[in-house]
């Protein structure tokens, strides 16, 4: 009973989470979400374009899947992998000093301790949500003698 309302708990803040996330880079030009992306200067300008116009889609896919807990053990994987990546990435962003625009929510959030916290938060329920959905249906087997 436990580990089912954790479960609830954690797909639906997680799953808003996404959503606001999706939204935030939704509502503005794809190209704004572009420069975010290209300050980490990781990509090709044309991978930079793909996945400022493909990520947020991808992020409000995630998100609703979550609230409605749709293939929870897959989609927490999906999310957890996602919010692995956005923490790595972070991070070396922030051990490198750069002062850059971590493009979580929009633009205007960079990366500080701070949003090494609430992002480092998000993985930890991530993980956590992940291993309990894979956990769930070992517990609702039938007792066998």
């Given amino acids: 009973m436990i580990l089912r309302r954790s ?16 939204w935030t ?3 503005q030009s794809y190209l704004i979400f572009a420069m975010s992306i290209d300050a980490y200067q990781l990509l090709p300008s044309w991978a930079v374009l793909l996945i400022a116009r493909t990520l947020p889609w991808f992020e409000l896919a995630v998100g609703v899947l979550l ?14 992998g996602l919010l692995v990546m ?5 991070l070396r962003s922030y051990i490198k000093g750069e002062g850059i625009d971590c ?4 633009v205007g959030d960079a990366i500080s301790p701070k949003t090494l916290v609430r992002d480092g938060s998000m993985l930890v329920a991530g993980l956590l949500l992940t291993v309990a959905a894979f956990r769930l249906p070992r517990q609702n087997r039938p007792q066998t003698a």
């Fill in 67 to 80: 609230l409605i807990g749709y293939k929870l053990r897959w989609v927490s994987v999906a999310a957890t």
């Fill in 7 to 22: 479960i609830l708990v954690l797909r639906l803040v997680l799953g808003a989470i996404f959503l606001y996330a999706a």
């Fill in 103 to 106: 493009g979580c929510f929009g």
């Fill in 86 to 90: 956005f923490f790595a990435l972070m």
């Fill in 25 to 27: 880079k939704l509502r």
